[in-house]
């Protein structure tokens, strides 16, 4: 996979260079090339990639839309920036001039979602290849060059490459198989990533966990052949006093069959990623200090597979969470927010002054949203806000749902103080937001529900098939701009 690196001019070892064209520009260009533009239906919208053979010794010249020049975006940027290292993966150095065009936008940020566009989109799980069929996935990039001027950028192309090592991490660990990323190995991965820094891992085993009481880890456990782990993660900033202190919880079912109340085979599928949640607060752990964030976080990480051994919770158990609530469990597919149940708990009784909890929750989420979009839910407007701007800074999409007071009746149990379903098939993810709620005591609260935006079914943008590693840009920016 590719690096990036600044540069103030082309270098000689480039064997390909874009050449960004706004929509405009396309109907200025010379005779022979305008032809060859329309032939190929190359009109200058964003993404769109033509490529141009240059002479023997000379670069091959890739035009690059970037849309009406007028409305210019990081967003349309970033995806530019994709479009374009994706039609040169088979060059083993390139350049782009796409900082050249940034115009009226923030170089910071539009240094960065060019670094993303060009990174994220060349990104490969190749691990589990062999020879014949690594050779066809492969990606012989191995330098782009930014070209730009300005010092300051330095700083910032380091920040940004931090924030895209990041995602790839979290992508690793959510690509990996549900065999193979067990509870243990995601410890091995968060010993490795955060080992001489700055911040803090704690591991509970299991003897812990039951002496902590986190009945709701335990319940979900209890089907299977590898014991839960549960995490925490401490990072304070070295310098200053820190603006806020934050809760972050990740959900990490590192793999979700759904238990006694098992999915059938399509459902459980692409269920590997049930740890996504958890892959990304560990990843924006992990970058912290890089990005020098001036607030203190803490995150929690409940990990245990969901699985059907002979003792595996039945339908109508009732198990005691952290803070003391009994829940009833009416559906064991429903097995995120058991878990999380007990790792809100403890956010609640830390002195956090916010929690933000992610999650591949519902199925719910994406069938109101699609797969473009995770969800968010919110107890606190201000907290909502905070996630929105950096949403629309990262383009990492969200939409905001309600918790609705009137559906919380239909968590209401015959026999213990919750049940962990409703009563109706509708509004799945609001009910799972108003479970969650349960657990936060009056702590400002917001729940992404990542759904299947955790995972993407094509190569476009910066998204590869497979993992998107959603949610880190979009918690790490959140955390920067505190
Ligand atoms: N991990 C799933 C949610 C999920 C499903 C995420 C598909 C992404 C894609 C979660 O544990 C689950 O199974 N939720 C159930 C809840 C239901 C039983 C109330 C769901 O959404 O169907
Ligand atoms: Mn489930
Ligand atoms: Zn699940």
Redesign the pocket.
């Known amino acids: 996979m590719p690096s990036v690196r600044l540069a103030s001019s082309v270098p000689k070892s480039a064997t390909a260079v874009d050449v960004p064209m706004s929509t405009e520009a396309v109907s200025k260009l010379p005779a022979d090339r305008k032809a060859a533009a329309q032939r190929q239906g190359f009109e200058g919208k964003t993404g769109q990639t033509l490529v141009l053979a240059g002479g023997d010794d000379k670069q091959i010249e890739v035009l690059v839309g970037i849309g009406p020049s007028k409305d210019l975006t990081t967003a349309k940027l970033r995806k530019a920036a994709a479009s374009f290292a994706r039609a040169v993966t088979k060059h083993g150095s390139v350049a782009t001039n796409l900082m050249a065009h940034a115009g009226e936008l923030d170089r910071a940020e539009a240094l960065a979602a060019v670094a993303e566009g060009l990174r994220l989109s060349t990104y490969r799980f190749n691990q589990l290849r062999s020879d014949s069929s690594l050779k066809k996935n492969e990606v012989k990039l191995k330098t782009i060059t930014i070209i730009a001027s300005g010092r300051e950028l330095r700083a910032e192309l380091n920040r940004a490459n931090a924030v895209i090592d990041a995602v790839e991490l979290a992508r690793d660990l959510v690509n990996e198989p549900g065999g193979s990323m067990t509870p243990q190995a995601f410890v091995a991965a968060a010993k490795k990533v955060t080992a001489d820094t700055d911040v803090k891992l704690t591991v509970w085993n299991e003897a812990r966990i039951k002496r902590e009481r986190l009945g709701g880890v335990l319940a979900v456990n209890q089907g299977s052949e590898h014991p839960p782990q549960f995490l925490q993660l401490r990072y304070k900033p070295a310098k200053g006093r820190p603006k806020a202190s934050v809760a972050l919880v990740g959900k990490g ?1 590192t793999f ?1 069959s ?1 238990g006694l ?1 098992l ?1 059938n085979s399509v ?1 459980m599928m ?2 590997k ?2 740890m996504a949640g958890a892959a990304a607060v560990l990843a924006t752990m992990a970058t912290l200090p890089a990005i020098k964030a001036q607030v203190e976080v803490t995150g929690y990480i409940p990990l245990t597979d ?1 699985m059907t051994g002979p003792d595996a919770q039945r339908p109508g158990d009732v198990f005691t969470a952290r803070n003391g609530k009994t829940v009833e469990v009416l ?1 064991t ?4 927010r058991l878990i999380l149940a007990d790792a809100l708990s403890l956010a609640a009784e830390s002195d956090a002054d916010a929690i933000i909890e992610i999650s ?5 989420a ?1 069938a109101a949203l699609g797969q473009s979009y995770a969800a968010l839910l919110a107890t606190d407007d201000d907290l909502a806000g905070r996630l929105e701007a950096a949403s629309a800074r990262t383009a990492e999409k969200l939409w905001r749902l309600p918790l609705p007071d009137e559906y919380r009746s239909q968590l209401d149990s015959s026999v213990a103080d919750l049940r962990n ?2 009563t109706t098939p509708y509004g ?1 993810a609001l ?2 937001g108003l479970f969650l709620k349960e657990f936060v005591g009056d702590k400002p609260f917001a729940h992404v529900d ?3 935006s ?1 995972v993407s079914e094509a190569s476009k943008g910066i998204n590869v098939k497979g993992a998107t590693g959603n949610g880190v840009r979009l918690l790490i920016d959140t955390l920067a701009a505190w």
């Open positions: 079912v979700d759904g109340s999915k459902g692409t269920m990623i049930d969901n559906n597919d429903a097995e995120g591949t929750l519902t199925g719910s994406t379903i409703g799945g009910i799972a990542l759904g299947l955790a």
